[in-house]
């Protein structure tokens, strides 16, 4: 399938979802997740009208940067490691994958500019999961403070793997909630106007449930690589 074709039957489950949920499509961002795919499909991604591009290993984000440069907006939604981000630092607008203080600090120490940052939570409580967990999430904000070049925009989840609809809308529904918290505490470096949720399975249902940033890999440029 052309990634254009992919992009019209996604953009149809989000005008779906907006409407169920009382919701403005404009507010909801689609990122290509180009891991699996070579670089000309993800160019087909931009020639389609993406604009964000999502890779989760530096390797990858680099290969692709070399041929892209700044055309998308970049987005790292892997596991980061403090070794690797300086080879990715300059590169990225977001990094959705902030959830060890040692990262914060490697961040703030090889950037010169402020950078967008989601702290990925684990909700689910999976041991498999990265991200923290959901009770310690503001002490770790308030711990952020002391690195001003991290900027909390947001939060990101991974859900289960599971077609069980309740299980993943309550997921959804909770990072929701600890979104409300952090916007509460009212730090000028932690807006947290984003919510990083859903996937190529899920991604309607977040939505649903307040998704701004969907990371969708398969269903939209496929897994041909
Ligand atoms: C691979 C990946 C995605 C996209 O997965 P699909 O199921 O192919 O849409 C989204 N988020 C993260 C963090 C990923 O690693």
Redesign the pocket.
């Known amino acids: 399938m052309k990634v254009e074709q992919n992009l019209q039957a996604i953009q149809e489950k989000i005008a779906n979802a907006c409407v169920k949920a009382n919701r403005n499509p404009d507010e909801v961002n689609i990122i290509a ?1 180009t ?1 699996y795919v070579s670089i000309e499909r993800a160019k087909e991604a931009l020639d389609a009208g993406v604009t964000h591009l999502g890779e ?1 290993y530096a390797e990858g984000l680099n290969a692709k940067w070399e041929e892209l440069q700044d055309k998308p907006n970049w987005h790292f ?2 596991s980061l490691q403090s070794r690797k981000v300086k080879n990715i630092i300059d590169k990225v607008d977001y990094i959705h994958s902030l959830d060890r203080l040692s990262v914060a600090k490697e961040i703030n120490k090889r950037s010169n500019r402020v950078i967008k940052c989601f702290v990925q939570v684990n909700v689910s409580g999976e041991e498999s999961k990265h991200g923290i967990q959901p009770e310690e999430l503001t002490s770790f904000i308030e711990a952020l403070k002391d690195y001003p070049n991290v900027e909390v925009v947001g939060l990101m989840t ?1 859900a289960p793997l599971t077609d069980d609809e309740s299980v993943l809308r309550h997921c959804f529904q909770t990072l929701k909630s600890l979104q409300i918290q952090v916007q509460q505490m009212e730090l000028e470096y932690a807006p947290c106007t984003e919510l990083s949720m859903g ?3 899920d991604y309607a249902i977040a939505v649903e449930e307040g998704a701004t940033m969907i ?5 939209l440029v496929g897994e041909e690589k």
């Open positions: 997740v891991k989760n939604i892997g991974m996937m190529s399975n990371r969708i890999g398969t269903a």
